[in-house]
């Protein structure tokens, strides 16, 4: 079973604060009461700044994919047209979504690894100018690229009134998000990655613009009905019973991204993947993402001269180090390292330590220390000034 | 915001034991990792007694209200007849969702306090012997009232083929229920009642007589897709991320229950029921409904002499005693008191006695005393011979 000393490095679940956990063994309290209603309404306001945005951040009880489903299910009805971004697991599964419930679905495939193109957004828009929505991931946690979601927002603004929407899942908490700024509709998110908590919580932030489909969209829900999260939201109140205890934890949350101050943590992220990849460039671990698209929470490594899927046993059996292997087609050709959330450099230094002491093991060439030394002076050139 | 000290005697979410708070707190897994594999399937054998099911029983990470959603989108499809047993809040959420789903629904409606006869039942089913299910609750959180869902699925059973679907949040863990031996096809239920856990799980269990109905079923559904969950449960996997931090929670509950044994917890919250009924005829306090039907873990009182809510806002300032009030046409008619899950005799005792005090303070005339000696009368006779 899981041992106390597990260094968890998977890209979520992610390690939760201590005093998140303490936040979170707290006795019980009824969920239409007075002290659960204050604290929705203390922490309704202070996820904005997580996404950027003025408007209403919702909480839904229920995994990531709850969030991906409830931004499918408000805002489209059957046979709609929509174009979805595939470049990885996670924009397939909000495809699947999509078809599940009879949309019109035109994949954007890009390949895996790569981030997509804003012309190749605006080719399709122009394409299937019909469409309702433009689906796509932030940060495609099973290769670790992150799509300039922004940028592709304010060129579909410019070219049409398909609403824009992310599946922000791995990034928010952990990646800068200018939602009002750039014109994105709709972000969901979930608790357990650069959020810091347990899995259980996810989040679903929502424009002006996405609330007039919305509260006009006829497809039937219940559970995932956005209108009544936000009905309820201006009283304090959940529409189903919420998972208390995450709430409790997300209330330290906030707390600890407030008193790092939330420009230091997306910071903090952009230097651990910095130190991440300058470390792997030193120890010959080819990268699967380019620089310009690499995720600020996720690195992939593709190695070449040994097994991924060895090097993941060993750094669990004899390190505790839990990393992540390739999903689908990219099982056991990459493996992934999460750094975000409650992860620091300090964490970093560690990690890429143990994985030199691995890559021995397996025989793959390196200067001894390379790539600690390539971590260090990445982070002393992305603190300094401080 | 809330006490530490608070007594927490609503009908659910409920006190959570310092075991599994502690077993909660613990380091995140990586939720794809063997670890979590080894947990899912050993919690997935030991759930089953507290469904009385040989069948599966689903984990999905949800408030009590998706499990319900789930049973109807899994079964049913636009336009079938259905039946539902309306005698309460959740009795009316069920018909809710139906309605939601466009289904044709056929409601028996029951006074708000009454439990449902088998009778009214079988004239539904003959009236409408096309209805593909039969909806209904077990104990109804809003009144206190536990249905006959046992007899009522033997009587279904003998006339027809429709599904038996009962809502069970607030009595599986409290109540015992003996699922395959009285044909009943699909039980819902939430952690956070006799489960002794913080809000965030939903359970599914599930006949094979159902899993036939669910697998042809066509209806679009993914997050609250069943065939996933049961075909991923057999590797020890659930689709989508689970709320682990309430997974390593359930291991430690389901060992409390398993050291006390089952019939034992469901004989508990009978004798706390009885303790508190008693106790509340001593004391004057009209009972909302009759020993026959009233459920094993809440109880109803409907005062004549004082304001209810009064009577909770004491309890709530001087003592943290923590009590729920009447929901929809019952607010401020009724007061509720929770007394299962990590409730025991001893708390029974403790509520009563600052019932008393409260009562004193309202000008209630009641002999001194009598609700106290009456819980401990009814406790003694209903330990005799242990």
Redesign the interface.
Known sequence: ??R?W?L?H?P?????PPSV??A??????????Q?CK??MLDLAPRLKPVFGTSGEVLVV??????AL?AAVVNTTNPGDEVIVVVAGAFGDRFA??CE???LNVHRIDVEWGRAVDVEQVETFLKTYPDSKAVFLTHSETSTGVMHPIEAIAERVREISNALVIADGVSSMGGAKVDMDGSGIDIVVS?S?KAMML???LAFVAVSERAWEVIDQNER?????DLRVYKKQLANGQT????????LFGLDEVLRLMEEEGFENVFERHQLMKDMTRAACRALNLPLLVSDEDASSTVTSIRPQTFDAEKLRKIA?EEFGL?L?GGQKHMKGEIFRIGHMGYVRPANVFQYISILEVILKRLGHEFEPGAGTAAAQEAYLEGTRGE
Not at 12 to 16: A, H, I, R
Not at 25 to 33: A, E, F, K, L, V
Not at 61 to 66: A, F, H, I, L, N
């Open positions: 079973m899981k106390e597990d968890l998977t979520g679940p992610t390690p939760v956990e303490r979170m063994s707290q006795p019980m309290i009824g969920h239409r009461g002290k204050d604290l009880t229920g995994s990531g994919t709850s489903e699947q979504i599940t419930y009879e979930g357990q347990p899995p259980g039937p829900r219940f559970y995932l529409p189903f019973t919420p998972a208390l205890s995450l669990n839990i992540a």
